[in-house]
């Protein structure tokens, strides 16, 4: 596969109406990525994909695969191959023939089709469903067909609209494995929309956060979660989410330093700075048990959840609820007040009025990154 | 002793009464039908007996309608006229249709509500404009113009779109991804799709072209083209000619029901489906 599977979004835009369904986006597909548009529904990232496709013109902005604009090219003649999460199976056509229907319209010799069809089939395990109409499938083996449809083509991209929803989990968590084996194996560019950040942090290269029409953060599965660029980012990853409480940050005896009313937690950083309230940041599982006395987040356990090889403890600390997690037992009881602390890289700082993360730069006082 | 029966489904009795009703009403319906075959198998002289079976039979009637009128080239007049009929209309009804439900263009929805208006417009206010056309492009007294007045239904774009409006869009979408343009995607996929409610809305228009009186009496005036016009020769003043007037309407029944027979399927597939939307 060539450069021509690069994709570059430049300002793509679109509005229905008063509406702005996506909001001057930018992104630099690479070949051979695999990016995952994420998001909460409603926040753009189908817009943003048929856009892609060309099922949708943009209402303001480019579109480039390769060298060509094709932002005014119509799909059929976009080198993308589409899988769609109803499937969209023509229901009158066998497996095989659904399966040959782009090579159909692309007019390419029926021995060549029968072919190709052959070693997709066999590719996907669908070899002995041939004949089949997609009624008399289960929905693991539409889905297979709907990305056979796909593969037969050897596009130069595959857009992929949240073709898991429709699985139930067990099988849902097979075929991620099985999508990401087969990014790997052809080495294509796949735009891949989700809600699920499960499957963004599993297959994504890279994971296009997206809220609001607008881009929230990009960055590899790991970077979005380590390193959240906002509040929303926080707290849409993780699972319980991160816990976001209002603190402020003093300087402590020539220490930076998170405080309120149940919280003293340490930042790590010795320099000194006006007082600036934040919104402080922490995940469930960096927030370990500390011994009675220590500084930390004073709370009161509200309930235990269980969920098998470890347990999520609900806690409140003022009108703030906290969630840690830990390994099966974590312990504690229903009632117990306890005080809970996290290691000063773990912490995550966020400006208030924005939501933006907020960066230690020594020299200056904490900035907007 | 317990049944398979659902709960609540009533006593035998009960449903025995419901089938009864059922059989006197399906008799009902089929008396006028049974008593047109057997009046034109009826020997001439038992014409108007009122005996349940035509005894001795007697294809006199029949002998005497072929002998009398051209019944072959009129059933294959009417033939002609019911299937160009029908066909014209589902194809630009299919296109329409296609049109309405499929793109988005200005002033759709107002377009589509004059197109299905014209379904409001009497047949009487029409057929003189129509008649003073035909006459003018001088396709009075000719098949066309029996059949190109009646081709645009706006009957079958308002089925058609109300099917393609439940059909899904995904669908569509593929196609057009897949390579497809918009005028392939009709014919691989949606037609396919379609095809029940194609073969109910054929059959519906085939039937009304086929029994259309009016209309192809007041084109083909002198002529007896079709059938239905050609029934009107055993009418007279002096009195009915009874049995070739049944045998050649139950010849211009036949073609109905094989039609009926061939296509019931569909139809019922499509009455079902639509239902279930």
């Given at each position: 596969m060539t450069l021509v599977s690069r994709i570059q979004l430049r300002g793509l835009t679109r509005r229905f109406g008063a509406v702005t369904?996506?909001?001057d986006v930018w992104l630099d597909i690479a070949d051979g990525e695999f990016l995952v548009l994420l998001g909460p529904s409603g926040c753009g990232k189908s817009t943003l994909l048929r856009m892609i496709a060309g099922l949708l013109p943009p209402t303001e902005g480019t579109l480039h695969l390769g060298d060509t604009d094709i932002t005014h090219q119509p799909p059929q003649r976009r080198d993308l191959a589409m899988v769609f999460q109803s499937y969209a199976l023509y229901p009158h056509l066998s497996v095989a023939r659904n399966i040959g229907f782009p090579l159909r319209a692309r007019k390419l010799p029926r021995a060549q089709i029968r072919a190709k069809v052959a070693a997709v089939a066999e590719t996907l395990d669908l070899t002995a469903l041939l004949d089949r109409k997609p009624r008399e499938l289960s929905g693991g083996q539409r889905q297979r067909v709907a990305l056979g449809r796909a593969l037969v083509?050897?596009?130069g991209a595959f857009l992929m609209d949240?073709?898991?929803?429709?699985?139930d989990a067990k099988l849902r968590a097979g075929t991620r494995a099985e999508i990401a084996e087969l990014h790997r194996r052809l080495g294509a560019t796949m735009v891949y929309v989700t809600h699920d950040q499960v499957e963004a942090m599993t297959m994504a290269t890279r994971i296009a956060l997206l809220d609001q029409g607008r881009l929230e953060q990009l960055g590899t599965p790991a970077e979005v979660y380590d390193r959240p660029a906002s509040v929303f980012a926080a707290t849409f990853l993780g699972s319980p989410a991160m816990n976001v409480l209002d603190a402020t940050v003093l300087t402590v005896d020539g220490t930076l330093s998170a405080r309120a009313e149940d919280i003293d937690l340490p930042l790590g950083i010795d320099a000194t700075m006006p007082d600036r309230p934040v919104r402080l940041g922490v995940r469930p599982e960096h927030l370990t048990i500390a011994p009675p006395g220590e500084p930390g987040i004073r709370a009161v356990v509200t309930g235990v959840e269980n969920l098998g090889s470890e347990e999520v403890a609900q806690c409140r600390s003022g009108t703030a609820r906290v969630a840690v997690r830990g390994t099966r037992p974590l312990g504690v009881r229903t009632g117990e007040a306890l005080t809970l602390t996290a290691r000063p890289e773990h912490l995550h700082l966020f400006d208030v009025g924005s939501g933006r993360r907020l960066t230690w730069q020594p020299g200056a006082v904490p900035a907007a990154v | 002793m317990t049944t398979d029966e659902a709960v609540g489904e009533g006593s035998r009795a009960r449903r025995l009464g419901g089938h009864l009703v059922l059989g006197v009403l399906s008799l009902l319906c089929a008396f006028p039908v049974y008593w047109l075959y057997a009046t034109s198998l009826r020997a001439p002289e038992d014409v108007y007996s009122l005996s349940v079976l035509p005894w001795p039979l007697s294809t006199a009637s029949y002998a005497e309608a072929f002998a009398t009128s051209d019944v072959l080239g009129m059933l294959l007049n009417t033939g002609v006229v019911a299937v160009l009929s029908a066909l014209g209309q589902l194809l630009i009804a299919l296109l329409a249709a296609y049109a309405f439900a499929a793109w988005r263009f200005p002033f759709r929805r107002l377009l589509y509500l004059l197109f299905v208006g014209t379904w409001l417009v009497p047949f009487q206010a029409t057929m003189l404009p129509n008649y003073v056309l035909l006459s003018r492009l001088g396709l009075l007294e000719t098949l066309a113009g029996v059949i190109i007045p009646t081709l645009c239904s706006a009957l079958g774009v308002l089925l058609l779109r109300e099917h393609l409006n439940g059909f899904p869009k995904e669908l569509l979408d593929a196609a057009r991804m897949d390579g497809r343009s918009s005028w392939s995607t009709l014919w691989t996929v949606v037609v396919p799709a379609l095809r029940p409610a194609l073969a109910a809305l054929g059959i519906l228009l085939a039937i009304t072209a086929w029994n259309e009186y009016f209309w192809p009496a007041m084109v083909l005036q002198r002529s007896n083209a079709v059938v239905q016009l050609g029934l009107r020769s055993f009418l007279g003043t002096e009195g009915n000619d009874w049995g070739p007037l049944m045998a050649m309407a139950g010849l211009a029944c036949l073609p109905v029901f094989v039609l009926y027979l061939v296509l019931q399927r569909h139809i019922v597939n499509a009455f079902v489906r639509s239902g279930l939307k």
């Open positions: 369904a996506v909001d083509r050897d596009p949240e073709p898991l929803s429709n699985l | -």
